[in-house]
């Protein structure tokens, strides 16, 4: 079913370029043949892997500081109290905002930018695992107490199993948000990378090339949310379909 939703989108791409031919709507075959020229090259290969570094560096920084600052806040109240109006505001500048100030702060440099997509995706993280700290099972940490363990058999046995569906969740949400963001950093400053590529052929008014290599980004994000982040999400919520 889904290679014939892919299978008419096609066609009706293809009839439509055939009815209204213009250089500003190429041709599906137009686009492959672009695909497969900047692939022979290298250059897509080579802006896509780039691009891809750079969304897996912000995803584990943000995932990383975003969760400790989640546990922590969920776990001390007068933390959250106090620090809540600063997620709240983060949550709400601007994208674009952030990645402008990051590249004037600090330079239009490869840490300006994977910080800035960074922090553009840090308070979402931290709400959800904030959340999650929240609707932890007192019983299990009762237990741990018992038992003694220590702070290691804490976080393997009682709170990350607990997390695992919050961490999916804000995992998922970050994929989709960060591949995008990244695609701006690298318009705004960067000189490698799809996002970079894009607006080069933006001035070169080349849409065929502007489809390419947004088709192959896309098409490599998907396939790392069907094949590596919907399994681990089932995965990590597996347990409580069975509890059920």
Known sequence: MVLLSFGVLVVAWHAGATIWPSRSFPAPLLVLQTFLSETASGDLPYNLGITLCRVAASFVLAMLIGSVIGVLLGSYRRADEFFNPWVILFLNIPALVIIVLAYIWFGLNEAAAIGA??????????????????ALDPRYAEMAQVYRFNALDRLRHILIPQLQPYIAAASRSGISLIWKIVLVVELLGRSNGVGFQINLFFQLFDVAAILAYTLAFVAVMLFIELVVVQPLEHTSTRWRRSAA
């Open 117 to 134: 997509v960074a922090l553009n995706k840090i308070p979402n993280v931290v709400v959800t695992l904030r959340e999650g700290t929240r």
